[in-house]
């Protein structure tokens, strides 16, 4: 297989978002299928025969059909050869200290956070209002980020030392979250979103992703 076979479906989260940011980054070529989420087009038959969990991103590459943002921004990162910087473990202790921060940030900022504060205050016509639950998943978040700077040294521009990573994707795409819901972050943190964000993939895959709003 080729990145001529590659697919990828949904537009305008910050999960979808994980997936363009990758695939640019990898100067990869790829269709788009620029569906949105609760936009119905998740539910169409040819849709739900390839992710019945009407959910996207959903990443097909060749027979293989790939959903679950972080799974598909880790195919990425084996499958293909990666940029000049960029770094893929080679060996378990370096693949399990690189998963302990996925991990970290897809379960205690992403899950257990962010999409508790979007389903009952961005989606509260659906999901129902909780505002004492999402006061404290902010709160949550805010202690949750502060542990991570702890263990994020000052002088480093990556999670990983060995350059920019999965983690790193995952965790900027947080970011933005938390940014948009007007929850604060600490200075090193804004300070790495910045460099981050400041990378000409990120910015490309915003343009596709998010095609009505204009990159900060």
């Known amino acids: 297989m080729t990145d001529g076979d590659l697919t990828l479906w949904g537009v305008g989260t910050p999960r979808t978002m994980r997936a363009h940011w990758m695939l640019l980054e990898f100067g990869l070529d790829y269709r788009m299928r620029p569906i949105g989420a609760r936009t119905g087009e998740t539910r169409s038959e040819a849709f739900l025969a390839l992710n019945p969990k009407h959910k996207i991103p959903v990443l097909e590459h060749g027979p293989l059909v790939l959903s679950e943002s972080a799974a598909i921004v880790t195919y990425i990162s084996e499958r293909f050869a990666p940029p000049a910087g960029f770094f893929i473990p080679r060996d378990v202790a370096r693949r399990a200290a690189l998963n302990e921060w996925c991990f970290f940030i897809m379960t205690e900022l992403d899950a257990h956070t962010l999409y508790l504060i ?44 060995e350059g920019a990573s999965v983690a790193d994707i995952l965790l900027t795409t947080c970011l933005e979250s938390a940014l948009r819901r007007r929850i604060p972050l600490p200075a090193p943190l804004l300070e790495y979103r910045e460099r981050m964000t400041a990378r000409p993939a990120w910015r490309r895959a915003f343009e596709r992703n998010y095609p009505e709003r204009t990159a900060p």
Request: hydrophobic share 40%; glycine share 6%; aromatic share 12%.
């Open 118 to 161: 979007r389903r009952h205050a961005d989606l509260s016509d659906i999901y129902g209002t909780a505002p004492e639950a999402v006061e404290s998943a902010k709160a949550y978040f805010g202690d949750q980020i502060t542990a991570l700077v702890a263990k994020f040294p000052g002088d480093r521009d990556f999670l990983m030392p």
